[in-house]
């Protein structure tokens, strides 16, 4: 799935089968880039609410599905506390216990109003203790290799929701006629300050 096609999508709390608004962003962590949030616009006049990932429970195509469990509404909550209060989570999850959201195949298989079937344990994958970044600032950024050639600018990300992490990338490599490239990801793509960098082999073998 890309994150294109996934930003927009309208998001459902099933504790009350209340829309509370549509994805704005995904959050990721930069050391594994594993998503470990999204982030929900709730309006024009309300901060976006950050989720943690945990408690999302499905990815139809509709919608996404969540449970809070209870916990406290962070709608109002500055946006950088709760991204620290995600990488907080995060890391301490590393010795608890996880689910993965599943990922339904049509967008008929989640009504809006039902409670979605429950979501399946996976091991807890390994985060950093960086306060996580926003897909957004990623997209538009020039990507170069580790030997130095520039490759083009990000177009879009790739993601598994079932891992729970970024697959690939595509890159747009200049020119009004040019087609993006597909370039899986790997633990050496570093994300920087306007630039990504990634393997120089990746080009030989791109998806």
């Given at each position: 799935?890309?994150?294109?096609?996934?930003?927009?999508?309208?998001?459902?709390?099933?504790?009350?089968?209340?829309?509370?608004?549509?994805?704005?962003?995904?959050?990721?962590?930069?050391?594994?880039?594993?998503?470990?949030?999204?982030?929900?616009?709730?309006?024009?006049?309300?901060?976006?609410?950050?989720?943690?990932?945990?408690?999302?429970?499905?990815?139809?195509?509709?919608?996404?599905t969540i449970s809070t469990g209870g916990m406290t509404n962070i709608t109002n909550m500055p946006e950088s506390t709760a991204q620290q209060?995600?990488?907080?989570?995060?890391?301490?999850?590393?010795?608890?216990?996880?689910?993965?959201?599943?990922?339904?195949?049509?967008?008929s298989e989640i009504p809006l109003a039902s409670p979605a079937p429950p979501a399946s344990p996976i091991s807890p994958v390994p985060v950093?203790?960086?306060?996580?970044?926003?897909?957004?600032?990623?997209?538009?950024?020039?990507v170069v290799t580790d030997a130095g050639t520039m490759v083009g600018d990000l177009r879009d990300v790739m993601i598994d929701w079932v891992?729970?992490?970024?697959?690939?990338?595509?890159?747009?490599?200049?020119?009004?006629?040019?087609?993006?490239?597909?370039?899986?990801?790997?633990?050496?793509?570093?994300?920087?300050?306007?630039?990504?960098?990634?393997?120089?082999?990746?080009?030989?073998?791109?998806?």
């Amino acid at each position: 799935m890309k994150f294109s096609e996934l930003k927009g999508r309208a998001v459902v709390n099933l504790e009350d089968a209340r829309k509370i608004g549509t994805i704005d962003d995904l959050m990721v962590d930069a050391e594994s880039h594993h998503i470990v949030g999204i982030k929900v616009r709730t309006g024009i006049f309300h901060e976006p609410q950050i989720i943690p990932v945990a408690d999302v429970k499905n990815v139809g195509g509709d919608a996404v599905t969540i449970s809070t469990g209870g916990m406290t509404n962070i709608t109002n909550m500055p946006e950088s506390t709760a991204q620290q209060q995600i990488a907080a989570s995060q890391s301490s999850s590393i010795e608890g216990s996880a689910t993965s959201p599943i990922v339904s195949p049509a967008a008929s298989e989640i009504p809006l109003a039902s409670p979605a079937p429950p979501a399946s344990p996976i091991s807890p994958v390994p985060v950093g203790s960086q306060v996580p970044i926003e897909i957004t600032s990623l997209l538009g950024n020039k990507v170069v290799t580790d030997a130095g050639t520039m490759v083009g600018d990000l177009r879009d990300v790739m993601i598994d929701w079932v891992d729970l992490t970024i697959t690939g990338y595509e890159v747009h490599m200049g020119g009004p006629f040019t087609k993006a490239q597909e370039f899986v990801d790997t633990p050496a793509v570093r994300y920087g300050n306007k630039l990504i960098t990634l393997p120089a082999e990746l080009l030989n073998h791109p998806n």
